[in-house]
């Protein structure tokens, strides 16, 4: 069984409570997070952020631990609808916030700023077509 660090005290009840459950779950499994993050699409990091409450994990990091631990999915599911109510936003960790290298960037943010590309390179097509079309065509 893993010795568990304490979880950050400003961690609601309910995502403690999940916390605490999944760490139950992945000590069950007798796996290290080494083999954890062989088994899932997640990394050995970010299974170390969800397990020490640093970070909410995301819905399919509980499936796949559950998938992984052979157990029933929809009570830690529910755990972790009624903890995504109460999670803190931002990091829990105190000190300054790191983007791990395995995260990806802000994919909203991006997704806006490559549409807004396509966009601008579309019309600057539509002009220089146009400005072609009816520019004279010089004799010669």
Known sequence: ????RPLPDVLPREARHLVEQL???K??????LAELARRTAYSKSSWQR???????????????L???????????LALWDLADRTWPHGAVAA????????EPPAAAEYRRWRAAALVSFGVIVVLLA???????VGRG
């Open 66 to 76: 559950c998938r992984t631990a052979g157990a029933e999915q929809a009570r830690l």
């Open 130 to 136: 146009g400005l072609l079309w009816v520019l004279p």
């Open 95 to 102: 000190g300054p916030v790191e983007r791990m290298p395995d």
């Open 27 to 32: 000590d069950r499994t007798g796996l290290s």
């Open 50 to 64: 969800y397990l020490s409450g640093a970070k909410q994990p995301p819905r399919g990091a509980v499936q796949a």
């Open 1 to 4: 069984m893993t010795r568990w």
């Open 23 to 25: 760490r139950a779950l």
